[in-house]
Antibody
């Protein structure tokens, strides 16, 4: 059964870089079945798609975050990662990694709360 | 960008009652719409995809319908574990963006 687990720092200072990793188990990140995705949810608010990467390395990014965002994949570790630069308090959120079929998100990690604060 | 509007924001019902949740899109989605359930402190769970297809292990009391711009999630008879927040989600071709509605909270009356 496919499982996803987010990891990374829980506290990031304003203007610095947020970095998270998602470890995939139960399937290969080289699978052509999924786009490997990031989604976030500010406390008490709704869901926002951040972006995704395909096994080939191709990416789709939310235009609102594109200038600060990089999603990459490490096939040797079966992981994919998120890097968001120049963070502010508005980037405080629970960050989820998920598998995306073309039109929807099928499997989700448990999520990790990242707080941007000095 | 396609905007999804969910209504009502809150639905107050009793166990055993029927819940009808609406999701309206600002442009036609054909049937590229999904529904998720989220409980406090948990990740969202996929319920319905392609407007009307139930995801794996989702009970038959959950059903989805609609096409174009108007979609509905129906819970035929609410169980205690169904009280949660529900989100709809779409994928647009251009720009290639996925967006969520604002959510409907189904609460115990």
């Amino acid at each position: 059964q496919l499982q996803l687990q987010e990891s990374g720092p829980r506290l990031v200072k304003p203007s610095e870089t947020l970095s998270l990793t998602c470890t995939v188990s139960g399937d290969s990140i080289n699978s052509r079945s999924f786009y490997w995705s990031w989604i976030r949810q500010p406390p008490g608010k709704g869901l926002e798609w951040i972006g995704n990467i395909y096994y080939s390395g191709g990416t789709d990014y939310n235009p609102s975050l594109k200038s600060r965002l990089t999603i990459s994949v490490d096939t040797s570790k079966n992981q994919f990662s998120l890097t968001l630069t120049s963070v502010t308090a508005t980037d405080t959120a629970v960050y989820y990694c998920a598998t995306r079929r073309i039109n929807y998100f099928e499997h989700w990690g448990q999520g990790t709360l990242v707080t941007v604060s000095s | 960008e396609i905007v999804l509007t969910q209504s009502p924001a809150t639905l107050s019902l009793s166990p055993g009652e029927r819940a009808t949740l609406s999701c309206r899109a600002s442009q036609s989605l054909y049937t590229y719409l999904a529904w998720y359930q989220q409980k406090p402190g948990q990740a969202p769970r996929l319920l319905i995809y392609d407007a009307s297809k139930r995801a794996a292990d989702i009970p038959a009391r959950f059903s989805g319908s609609g096409s174009g711009t108007d979609f509905t999630l129906t819970i035929s008879s609410l169980e205690p574990e169904d009280f949660a927040v529900y989100y709809c989600q779409q994928r647009s071709n251009w720009p290639p963006v996925l967006t969520f509605g604002g959510g409907t909270k189904v609460e115990i009356k």
